[in-house]
């Protein structure tokens, strides 16, 4: 059982930027591939980004790729998604999900994730 807690959230102008984190409670996220989704108002969840904590692989939607990264941090058992250039469409429910890691590559882990927090406010205003 992992439980995920988001912060960081906020409103920011665009072309701002904000980082977002995500503290997970499991006594190691070895085995784990974290990720980031958001979702809009009147539209559905989708992925933004995720990482493998064990080698540091990442991915991203297209529509992020160069404005946001994501990394972790081990000793605190953390994940963040540094948010930049960010835009008025970026504006959503940012989500920190977890699911068991089976070595697929990382483009695979777009879905099908076991674990979520509650979500964090992002406005970014034009």
């Known amino acids: 059982q992992v439980q995920l807690v988001e912060s960081g959230g906020g409103l920011v102008q665009a072309g701002g930027s904000l980082r977002l984190s995500c503290a997970a409670s499991?006594?190691?996220?070895?085995?784990?591939?974290m990720g980031w989704f958001r979702q809009a108002p009147g539209k559905e969840r989708e992925f933004v980004a995720a990482?493998?904590?064990?080698?540091?692989?990442?991915s991203y939607t297209d529509s992020v790729k160069g404005r946001f990264t994501i990394s972790r941090d081990n000793a605190k058992n953390t994940v963040y998604l540094q948010m930049n250039s960010l835009k008025p469409e970026d504006t959503a429910v940012y989500y920190c999900?977890?699911?068991?890691?089976?070595?697929?590559?990382?483009?695979?882990?777009?879905?099908?994730?076991?674990?979520w927090g509650q979500g964090t406010q992002v406005t970014v205003s034009s």
């Open positions: 999900a977890a699911q068991i890691d089976t070595y697929l590559s990382i483009d695979y882990y777009r879905h099908d994730y076991a674990y």
């Open positions: 990482i493998r904590w064990s080698d540091f692989s990442t």
């Open positions: 499991a006594r190691t996220l070895s085995n784990y591939v």
